[in-house]
């Protein structure tokens, strides 16, 4: 069931990826909640662990990532699959 809430997730941010440019422009101008989705995008896509190359960090709900945190499983240790909901919801209202 993971891979199908990863999917789903990764899906609802490229939907949006657009939305976001076109209002904070770079993502280093983006809100810490959008760049904490983009981080969970990013970990979904490719194995399900925090992996931050361009120094970006991002925070939500408590939670934050940074370069240190790369390689932490993000589904089911930081985040339920209610968490992604809310966090989907949360992002809507930032673009």
């Not at 949006?16 to 959008?34: Q, S, T, V, Y």
């Given at each position: 069931?993971?891979?199908?809430?990863?999917?789903?997730?990764?899906?609802?941010?490229?939907?949006?990826?657009?939305?976001?440019?076109?209002?904070?422009?770079?993502?280093?101008?983006?809100?810490?909640?959008?760049?904490?989705?983009?981080?969970?995008?990013?970990?979904?896509?490719?194995?399900?662990?925090?992996?931050?190359?361009?120094?970006?960090?991002?925070?939500?709900?408590?939670?934050?990532?940074s370069?240190?945190?790369?390689?932490?499983?993000?589904?089911y240790?930081?985040?339920?699959?209610?968490?992604?909901t809310?966090?989907?919801?949360?992002?809507?209202?930032?673009?």
């Amino acid at each position: 069931m993971a891979s199908l809430y990863e999917h789903a997730f990764v899906t609802y941010f490229e939907k949006n990826l657009a939305a976001m440019f076109a209002k904070h422009r770079g993502k280093r101008n983006w809100p810490g909640i959008l760049n904490f989705g983009r981080i969970v995008r990013n970990a979904f896509a490719h194995g399900g662990t925090v992996n931050i190359t361009d120094s970006i960090p991002g925070a939500w709900g408590g939670i934050s990532y940074s370069e240190a945190t790369n390689g932490r499983r993000v589904l089911y240790n930081d985040l339920s699959v209610g968490d992604l909901t809310l966090l989907m919801l949360e992002m809507d209202a930032q673009f």
